[in-house]
């Protein structure tokens, strides 16, 4: 986690460099939006290495920059809102942690820097033009998520001997999701697994999924990162 706050810290000071340099003699210190889906407390530990990747480049909070968070706590629907909030305080830059956040800031604003915390597969959602040279106000981190996923699976049977039946629990909402879906059922095919797909919409849901696994008798269980299973991880 503290990587992950570093390596977006260091994103931010190519844009918050110049500001922070003369924050000291003016009263407009350079402002940061952050965007998350999770509870506050489901998303603390990114917080805390989020500000200390900033610390240890200088940032120093309430003193040298300013840090506006909006959480959606697991409800996506209010992701426009909040991005709509943020985009009004007219922030320096502004730090989105997964698709579902990236794209209302994106629709918000052509103008104000946004960084990815976390994006599956930012150049096929539209947010970037491709990974070596983004172009816009985007840029960030990718987990490359859906070209690992089939490697996941392979890894699984590699370590669960005679795997014949694997259960994915996935958000059909979320594009990541959908991406490492597809990617994993192809990969199953070639490798004669059954995938069972398991879908989960919301955080409440997690009753009737897991009932679902036990019920068919999945051997194993493929959990992508995405929501609703970082709120309610």
Do not use: C
């Not at 629709?107 to 040279?133: C, H, K, N, Y």
Request: charged share 20%; aromatic share 4%; net charge positive.
């Amino acid at each position: 986690m503290r990587r992950i706050g570093l390596a977006v810290a260091l994103a931010l000071s190519l844009t918050l460099a110049p500001l922070a340099a003369v924050a000291q003699q003016a009263p407009n210190v350079p402002k940061v939006g952050f965007l998350g889906v999770g509870t506050p407390v489901a998303i603390a530990p990114l917080i805390a290495a989020f500000r200390e990747g900033l610390r240890e480049l200088g940032y120093i909070e309430r003193k040298t920059v300013l840090l506006e968070v909006r959480l959606a706590e697991g409800a996506v629907e209010r992701f426009p809102g909040l991005a709509k909030e943020l985009v009004a305080l007219k922030p320096d830059v502004i730090v989105a942690t997964s698709d579902a956040a990236i794209a209302p800031v994106r629709r918000e604003t052509q103008t104000i820097p946004i960084v990815m915390v976390l994006s599956s597969d930012p150049a096929g959602a539209g947010f970037v033009t491709s990974l070596a040279r983004p172009g816009g106000n985007v840029t960030g981190l990718s987990t490359l998520s859906p070209e690992l996923s089939g490697k996941r699976l392979e890894l699984l049977r590699e370590v669960v001997l005679g795997l014949s039946r694997v259960a994915l629990l996935w958000n059909p909402d979320s594009r990541g999701n959908l991406l490492d879906f597809k990617e994993t059922e192809a990969v199953a095919r070639s490798l004669h697994v059954e995938l069972q797909s398991v879908e989960l919409f919301r955080a409440e849901d997690l009753e009737r999924a897991f009932s679902a696994v036990t019920k068919r008798r999945a051997q194993a269980l493929i959990v992508p990162v995405g929501n609703p299973i970082t709120v309610a991880r």
